[in-house]
Structure formats: structure tokens, C-alpha cells
């Protein structure tokens, strides 16, 4: 091969690669840890199967009563706050307007949010239902 591309042992005038030797074998034997069979595990008494899991059930058990059961009663709370919707009652919206309800439908409410100024908003943008008498405070 002539060029730039040659090779360093196949330069005219050197001496060829030096072969591999008991050394290098060494080094490469040091580096990579041997894989070896491992003997069958042994057999754990009555009851290990469940031992294993337990671990997993109790975290379920946690996440359970931490996460799922609040979360349940929160939407069970607010399904019933927007069915026990009626005209004339203050609420929020999930965007924070204050305002009455003056005209309801089965998707849809009107809010009044000042005198003669009338939005319309899903039922279940209503994030809260605020006691009679609020709004005159604010």
C-alpha cells in the first residue's frame, strides 16, 4: 500500500508488529472477571414466596390509603357539589371568577360576575361553592 493510508508496520524499513505476548494475556485476564455457573438457589421454607412480596403489598396498602382513598372522596365530594348546583348560588371557577349562577343546564352554567355581565362555563369548572353573601363582602 503507497500513500497516506499506509499501515505503520507496512512502512518500508520497520520492523513488523510485535507479536502478542504472555504479558498482554495477563492484562487482559486481569481486566475481565471470569463467569462461572452458579449452584441452584436454595429452597426457602414455607411461606418465602410471600416474604418476597410482601414488600410490594404493604407500598400498594400505603399508596392506597395515602393517594387513591383521598383522591376517591375528593371526586365523590365534588360530583355531588355540582349536582346539588341551583340558581342563585356564589361559586368560584377553576380559573378563580367569583360570581352567581343564573341560568343552569346539563353541561352548562351561566355565572354572573357583575351586574349585567353574564359568562358561560361547564359545571365542572365550578371549583367551589361559596356560603350565601360572599360576593357582597369581596
Known amino acids: 500500500m503507497t500513500g497516506f493510508f499506509r499501515r505503520p508496520r507496512d512502512r518500508p524499513g520497520r ?3 510485535r507479536p502478542i505476548t504472555e504479558d498482554v494475556y495477563v492484562l487482559f485476564d486481569s481486566m475481565i472477571t471470569p ?3 452458579q449452584a441452584a438457589a436454595p429452597a426457602t421454607g ?6 418476597a412480596f410482601l414488600p410490594m403489598i404493604a407500598i400498594f396498602i400505603v399508596f392506597y390509603f395515602l393517594l387513591i382513598r383521598p ?11 355540582l349536582s346539588a348546583l341551583q340558581k342563585g348560588d356564589e361559586v368560584v371557577t377553576a380559573g378563580g371568577i367569583v360570581g352567581r349562577v343564573s ?4 353541561q352548562y352554567a351561566v355565572i354572573e360576575i357583575a351586574n349585567g355581565i ?14 350565601k353573601g360572599t360576593i357582597k363582602t369581596l
Do not use: C, F
Open 15 to 17: 520492523a513488523s508488529a
Open 35 to 37: 463467569a462461572y455457573a
Open 46 to 51: 414455607p411461606g418465602g414466596d410471600l416474604m
Open 71 to 81: 383522591q376517591q372522596k375528593r371526586a365523590k365530594e365534588t360530583r355531588s357539589m
Open 103 to 106: 341560568k343552569l343546564g346539563d
Open 118 to 131: 353574564e359568562i358561560n362555563v361547564q359545571r365542572s369548572a365550578v371549583a367551589q361553592l361559596l356560603p
